[in-house]
């Protein structure tokens, strides 16, 4: 199992049992993980910074999935930096977020493999 299946499948069990803070970071990493490993299968450089990377999937014509990477890591931010807890709402956003991301970036490996 690859590192961002660990992590999706992380997610999920945390949202099950009503971790949801950790399970935003968890899906936030999933999907950041799943890009990088596509990067590195172009042979691109890997920016260590979020907006960076979230730039990179508007140059590989995705902008709209950018957009929504970066609503992703806003969330991330909360549920790892901010006093405030993340919601249920916020959890399902994030969930829909990675999905859709995830969805893009498994077609985009298939094709440059």
Do not use: H, Q, W
């Not at 909360?78 to 916020?90: G, L, N």
């Amino acid at each position: 199992m690859r590192k961002f299946e660990v992590l999706l499948k992380e997610a999920n069990d945390d949202l099950e049992r009503g971790n949801l803070n950790k399970a935003v970071s968890a899906l936030y990493f999933a999907v950041r993980k799943r890009l990088e490993c596509i990067l590195l299968i172009l042979r691109y450089e890997v920016p260590r910074r979020d907006d960076k990377l979230a730039n990179v999937l508007k140059y590989l014509g995705y902008s709209e999935e950018s957009k929504i990477f970066i609503k992703l890591y806003e969330l991330r931010k909360k549920a790892d930096y901010s006093e405030e807890v993340i919601s249920s709402e916020e959890a399902k956003k994030a969930l829909e977020y990675s999905t859709r991301i995830l969805k893009i970036l498994e077609k985009l490996e298939e094709r440059v493999k």
